[in-house]
């Protein structure tokens, strides 16, 4: 009849899929709607994912996901934009950074949705705080401070009231992607103080002692559960950018870690 259908929006390409990939590059599709999708997170027991979302109007929001696929994706309630989730590692709450009450800060909230979102930082004017990973026992925050291009690493101690720490602050270059090992003793994070992306790891509690794990083109460390090795993606030319591949490198913690030859 000479009429058209079509689909408002952006084009196709800005939708992603979420999939599980094993270790022999085998993928398998979840059973959600392809979206705008970023910074998925899994739960630490296993059997939820959280998953940051840009909406139509240009608003990010945060939904969760029962991995079983028995129930449709659902959205956290709260106001204003949402992004970058991060569980606490007993799995009852979100951490995730939010405009609501102004700059970009960091805020929580019980996964199930209950309750009000509790304010955990405050930005300063021009800034955004992102949170990163929290220690095993749940009472220190690794969060990242600034703007692309500005980074820095901070902590927060739920047992001190005199606010956040510098973590890893170096002003003639970027700090992001702080992550403790499952055991809590160390952070591994992204540094380019040299002028090429890096992986580092630092005790915790800080000694004062460096160790560079992925000397070349290294970002987004994440922890294997057992803490035996990090999985990185290369191949990327900074935080935020796509493409690339990921790989993994198995450390021995000990002391002063030592890294063995296999990717």
């Not at 401070?145 to 009231?161: I, P, R």
């Not at 606010?163 to 002003?171: A, Q, R, S, T, Y």
């Not at 003639?172 to 702080?178: C, I, K, P, V």
Request: without cysteine; charged residues 20%.
């Amino acid at each position: 009849s000479g009429s058209l259908v079509y689909v408002r929006g952006g084009t196709l390409t800005d939708d992603r899929l979420l999939a599980l990939v094993d270790r022999d590059g085998g993928v398998e599709p979840l059973n959600i709607r392809p979206g705008a999708y970023a910074s998925p997170r899994v739960s630490p027991d296993g059997t939820r994912l959280a998953v940051q979302t840009l909406e139509p109007g240009g608003e990010s929001a945060i939904w969760l996901y029962d991995m079983s696929g028995r129930t449709q994706i659902r959205r956290l309630v709260g106001e204003g934009n949402n992004s970058r989730p991060v569980w606490t590692p007993d799995g009852q709450r979100i951490t995730f950074m939010s405009d609501r009450s102004g700059t970009p800060s960091i805020y929580w909230q019980a996964a199930d949705g209950s309750g009000v979102a509790e304010q955990l930082t405050t930005a300063d004017e021009g800034l955004e705080q992102r949170p990163e990973s929290w220690s095993a026992d749940g009472r220190t925050l690794i969060f990242t401070e600034g703007l692309t291009g500005t980074e820095h690493l901070w902590s927060l101690s739920l047992d001190d009231d005199s606010g956040p720490e510098p973590f890893h602050v170096l002003d003639d270059s970027r700090q992001t992607g702080g992550v403790f090992s499952p055991d809590g003793e160390w952070v591994a994070y992204g540094s380019n103080e040299d002028g090429n992306w890096k992986i580092f790891l630092q005790p915790f509690p800080q000694t004062g002692a460096i160790y560079p794990v992925i000397e070349e083109d290294g970002l987004y460390p994440v922890w294997s559960p057992d803490g035996g090795g990090l999985f990185f993606r290369r191949g990327v030319s900074g935080f935020g950018q796509a493409g690339g591949e990921v790989r993994r490198v198995d450390l021995t913690l000990n002391g002063a870690p030592s890294f063995s030859a296999e990717e």
